[in-house]
C-alpha cells in the first residue's frame, strides 16, 4: 500500500478482554514503532523492532502487553486482560531503515477500554 | 538514555505574528533531532529534522528551527503564522549508536492561531 495501515480503526473492549492491533508498514520499511498517545500526554513510545527483532522493548508498560513482527513486514501489538487505564490511540510508524530519519505514520488505532 | 522536554503545552498567537515553540533535550551522546506536525484530525508528518551540517534547518510551510549543542536546544521558529498552522507540535530526538536506536518524542505544543 502507499502508506501505513493500521486495524482496526476504532476498537471497544469490556475491561479483562484481550485485544490484537495490527500494523502493515510501507513495503520495504526495514523499522517499525508503536506508540500510544493519550490526551495531553503526547507520544509515549512502546516498543520498536529493526526487520522482526525487537531491540529496544523498555516502553512497554507491562507485562501485559507485548508485540511481534513476522516475515519483516506485518506487526501485531497485544494487550492482554485490559484496563481502563490502557485507553487510548494507538500509532504505529515505520521507517526505510534503522538510521530513523524519517517515520511515517499510520491513522492509529482508538483503543476504549470500558 | 534520551529524553525530550517541551515546556509549553499550549500557545497562542495572533495570525501574522512570530511564533517560537521550544524544545530541549537529554542526550549523553550526539543525536538526531525532529519537528512532527498533527494537523486536526489528521496523522503525525515530519515538519523538518536535523541530522548534521548546518544547526539552522529549514522545513516545510515556512517552519525552520537551529540547533544549539551548548544549549540542548532545538527550538522552531515561524516569523508570520497563519490559520492553518493551528496544530500540535511534536519534538523528538534519536541517539545516534551504531546499531538502531528509538525515537523519544515529547509531551507537544498545542498551537492555536486567533485572527
Known amino acids: 500500500g502507499a502508506g501505513v495501515s493500521q486495524s482496526p480503526s476504532n476498537k471497544v473492549t469490556e475491561k479483562g478482554k484481550d485485544v490484537e492491533l495490527r500494523c502493515d508498514p510501507i513495503s520495504g520499511h526495514t523499522a517499525l514503532y508503536w506508540y500510544r498517545q493519550s490526551l495531553g500526554q503526547g507520544l509515549e513510545f512502546l516498543i520498536y523492532?529493526?526487520?522482526?527483532?525487537?531491540?529496544?522493548k523498555s516502553g512497554l508498560p507491562s507485562d501485559r502487553f507485548s508485540a511481534e513482527r513476522t516475515g519483516g513486514s506485518v506487526s501485531t501489538l497485544t494487550i492482554q486482560r485490559t484496563q481502563q487505564e490502557d485507553s487510548a490511540v494507538y500509532l504505529c510508524a515505520s521507517s526505510l531503515s534503522y538510521r530513523n530519519e524519517k517515520l511515517f505514520f499510520g491513522s492509529g488505532t482508538q483503543l476504549s477500554v470500558l | 538514555a534520551q529524553s525530550v522536554t517541551q515546556l509549553d503545552s499550549q500557545v497562542p498567537v495572533f495570525e501574522e505574528a512570530p511564533v517560537e515553540l521550544r524544545c530541549n533535550y537529554s542526550?549523553?551522546?550526539?543525536?538526531?533531532l525532529f519537528w512532527y506536525v498533527q494537523y486536526p484530525n489528521q496523522g503525525l508528518q515530519l515538519l523538518l529534522k536535523y541530522l548534521s551540517g548546518s544547526t539552522l534547518v529549514k522545513g516545510i510551510n515556512g517552519f525552520e528551527a537551529e540547533f544549539n549543542k551548548s544549549q540542548t536546544s532545538f527550538h522552531l521558529r515561524k516569523p508570520s503564522v497563519h490559520i492553518s498552522d493551528t496544530a500540535e507540535y511534536f519534538c523528538a530526538v534519536s541517539e545516534l549508536h551504531s546499531s538502531a536506536s528509538k525515537i523519544i518524542f515529547g509531551s507537544g505544543t498545542r498551537l492555536s492561531i486567533r485572527p
Open positions: 542526550s549523553s551522546v550526539s543525536v538526531y
Open positions: 523492532f529493526q526487520g522482526n527483532s525487537a531491540p529496544d
